[in-house]
């Protein structure tokens, strides 16, 4: 992320690899705070301060302060770096979006290894919801996944603890670590009366961005379609919208188009969005540009001040004409939901499976200059029919379930291909 990227991505935790904090040091090279009459001397270099900020009365901060120093009876858990960042953190709590997130040095590291495919850690993404810890989507492979955490699963307690009002943080600090060790989540699943105790042993994850098949229906292992055995489907999946998505995405669409004439030699393609918690807003315009003909609208960006900006479709791609649908669920959330609202409002595919995320903001990821990094909300998103679907999410115009008795069935993707052989 050089500079500044936009990010379309489900909060700011990425793989239980981020924490919540924010703190105010946009283009500011250096910020002292000094005693005097209990506010704060600021110097600011390259930037004037806000004029909010020298318009407020700090001393109960610094009285706070002072007296923790003075009177706190433990004085080695008094550590000022921490102190500070929590203050970060509480600023950033008062504006009650959980999408706009300091990254102290570390933190910004591993949400890039995230992006860039590769981290340990459990292998899921997270959230927050009305005071608990949620899962959004577990990664395709992972240690959560395999382990059996599910998307829309609430972790009520980590090792044993509460996680009760637990920042993203917290939650992070406490669910990541290092391959080889283990972490047990108390977690309830979705519609379910009682909680399940998951032991997860974590793991270095290489995550691709795309997986691709072009097959027979009776050598897909997942489906039970005996009577189209014979018939042949394409296949794409998406796990995220990553540092080598657009890349993978090429080699993957290059090599169906080969292998199908063009597309003439299959049923149809099914594309897989389900679990997909999003990334980078220019990757989900790239993606839909291979199906979308050349300007279509993909997405419409609103800034806070009514400014609309439009981006479309930037390319003429290889699967114009391939009949297609498209694979949600509710693991599915931002940068995967622009592709599939695009699509559904071009009426260039159905969508099949369970109702999406809803996260429809977009997030300007900012690195500063001490390593640390900032995501800022600084739009929300539309489709092309401008609807924003932001917590209500995409509704399939087809719904299927998945078969939770058979995890080895997958009644969704065996639902798409009845779709397309009709």
Same mark, same amino acid.
């Given at each position: 992320m050089n500079g500044e990227k936009k990010l379309i991505r489900f909060q700011t935790v990425i793989l239980v690899l981020i924490a919540l904090l924010v703190g105010y040091y946009i283009g500011v090279t250096r910020i002292n705070l000094a005693w005097k009459n209990y506010k704060p001397v600021i110097i600011v270099q390259s930037k004037e301060p806000p004029p909010a900020l020298t318009s407020i009365d700090f001393a109960p901060f610094w009285i706070v302060w002072q007296k923790l120093e003075a009177e706190y009876y433990d004085k080695s858990k008094l550590d000022a770096q921490k102190m500070l960042i929590g203050a970060i953190g509480g600023m950033v709590g008062s504006i009650g979006d959980p999408f706009t997130s300091y990254f102290p040095p570390q933190q910004n590291e591993d949400f890039k290894s995230g992006l860039a495919g590769q981290f340990q850690g459990i292998g899921a993404e997270l959230g927050t919801e009305e005071d608990r810890i949620i899962v959004?989507?577990?990664?395709?492979?992972?240690?959560?996944?395999?382990?059996?955490?599910?998307?829309?699963?609430?972790?009520?307690?980590?090792?044993?603890?509460?996680?009760?009002?637990? !920042?993203?943080?917290?939650?992070?600090?406490?669910?990541?670590?290092?391959?080889?060790?283990?972490?047990?989540?108390?977690?309830?699943?979705?519609?379910?009366?009682?909680?399940?105790?998951?032991?997860?042993?974590?793991?270095?994850?290489?995550?691709?961005?795309?997986?691709?098949?072009?097959?027979?229906?009776?050598?897909?292992? !997942?489906?039970?379609?005996?009577?189209?055995?014979?018939?042949?489907?394409?296949?794409?999946?998406? !796990?995220?919208?990553?540092?080598?998505?657009?890349?993978?995405?090429?080699?993957?669409?290059?090599?169906?188009?080969?292998?199908?004439?063009?597309?003439?030699?299959?049923?149809?393609?099914?594309?897989?969005?389900?679990?997909?918690?999003?990334?980078?807003? !220019?990757?989900?315009?790239?993606?839909?540009?291979?199906?979308?003909?050349?300007?279509?609208?993909?997405?419409?960006?609103?800034?806070?001040?009514?400014?609309?900006?439009?981006l479309r479709a930037e390319r003429k791609g290889l699967l114009q004409e391939i009949p297609l649908i498209v694979l949600i669920n509710k693991g599915s959330a931002s940068a995967s939901e622009i592709v599939a609202g695009a699509l559904r409002d071009h009426e260039r595919a159905t969508l099949l499976g369970e109702n999406s995320f809803g996260k429809g903001t977009v997030q300007q990821a900012e690195d500063l200059g001490d390593g640390a990094g900032l995501h800022i909300t600084i739009a929300k998103w539309l489709t092309p029919n401008e609807e924003w679907i932001n917590v209500v999410g995409l509704k399939p115009d087809i719904e299927v379930k998945p078969d939770e008795k058979d995890l080895k069935h997958d009644a969704v993707l065996e639902k798409a291909i009845e779709e397309l052989l009709k």
């Amino acid at each position: 992320m050089n500079g500044e990227k936009k990010l379309i991505r489900f909060q700011t935790v990425i793989l239980v690899l981020i924490a919540l904090l924010v703190g105010y040091y946009i283009g500011v090279t250096r910020i002292n705070l000094a005693w005097k009459n209990y506010k704060p001397v600021i110097i600011v270099q390259s930037k004037e301060p806000p004029p909010a900020l020298t318009s407020i009365d700090f001393a109960p901060f610094w009285i706070v302060w002072q007296k923790l120093e003075a009177e706190y009876y433990d004085k080695s858990k008094l550590d000022a770096q921490k102190m500070l960042i929590g203050a970060i953190g509480g600023m950033v709590g008062s504006i009650g979006d959980p999408f706009t997130s300091y990254f102290p040095p570390q933190q910004n590291e591993d949400f890039k290894s995230g992006l860039a495919g590769q981290f340990q850690g459990i292998g899921a993404e997270l959230g927050t919801e009305e005071d608990r810890i949620i899962v959004v989507a577990p990664l395709k492979g992972s240690p959560a996944l395999n382990a059996g955490v599910r998307p829309g699963d609430t972790i009520l307690e980590v090792d044993g603890k509460s996680t009760f009002k637990w !920042s993203l943080s917290q939650a992070v600090e406490k669910i990541r670590g290092p391959k080889g060790t283990g972490v047990v989540l108390t977690v309830l699943h979705k519609d379910a009366k009682e909680t399940t105790k998951i032991k997860i042993v974590r793991d270095v994850i290489t995550v691709e961005s795309t997986e691709s098949w072009v097959k027979k229906v009776g050598d897909i292992d !997942s489906v039970k379609l005996p009577s189209a055995k014979d018939k042949k489907i394409a296949y794409i999946s998406l !796990s995220q919208f990553g540092d080598n998505t657009n890349k993978e995405w090429l080699s993957a669409v290059n090599k169906i188009t080969l292998e199908t004439n063009g597309g003439k030699s299959v049923e149809g393609l099914i594309l897989d969005l389900r679990n997909n918690p999003g990334g980078y807003l !220019s990757d989900a315009a790239f993606i839909s540009s291979e199906f979308l003909k050349q300007d279509s609208v993909v997405v419409i960006e609103e800034e806070g001040n009514g400014k609309k900006t439009i981006l479309r479709a930037e390319r003429k791609g290889l699967l114009q004409e391939i009949p297609l649908i498209v694979l949600i669920n509710k693991g599915s959330a931002s940068a995967s939901e622009i592709v599939a609202g695009a699509l559904r409002d071009h009426e260039r595919a159905t969508l099949l499976g369970e109702n999406s995320f809803g996260k429809g903001t977009v997030q300007q990821a900012e690195d500063l200059g001490d390593g640390a990094g900032l995501h800022i909300t600084i739009a929300k998103w539309l489709t092309p029919n401008e609807e924003w679907i932001n917590v209500v999410g995409l509704k399939p115009d087809i719904e299927v379930k998945p078969d939770e008795k058979d995890l080895k069935h997958d009644a969704v993707l065996e639902k798409a291909i009845e779709e397309l052989l009709k």
